[in-house]
């Protein structure tokens, strides 16, 4: 099982501050490729693994994957 872990980041001008949660639905190299993200308590989408390409279900992430998707990367390092 994994556990969620928090997430900060400026973009654009404004700071974001929240939570991912990592879902069990998937693994590659025995990690998660989808996620919860919560940024300012608001749920924002998820975002998903493909390949070595990050993507999203939602419109208010988009702007922001290749972003949230490093701080993943980063985290399981």
């Given at each position: 099982?994994?556990?969620?872990?928090?997430?900060?980041?400026?973009?654009?001008?404004?700071?974001?501050?929240?939570?991912?949660?990592?879902?069990?639905?998937?693994?590659?190299?025995?990690?998660?490729?989808?996620?919860?993200?919560?940024?300012?308590?608001?749920?924002?989408?998820?975002?998903?693994?493909?390949?070595?390409?990050?993507?999203?279900?939602?419109?208010?992430?988009?702007v922001?994957?290749?972003?949230?998707?490093?701080?993943?990367?980063?985290?399981?390092?």
């Open positions: 099982m994994f556990n969620q872990f928090p997430i900060n980041f400026r973009y654009d001008g404004k700071q974001y501050d929240g939570q991912i949660r990592p879902l069990q639905t998937e693994l590659q190299r025995r990690l998660p490729t989808s996620f919860q993200v919560f940024l300012n308590h608001v749920y924002c989408g998820l975002i998903r693994r493909k390949g070595f390409e990050w993507e999203t279900d939602s419109p208010k992430c988009a922001m994957v290749d972003v949230i998707g490093n701080h993943i990367d980063n985290w399981y390092e």
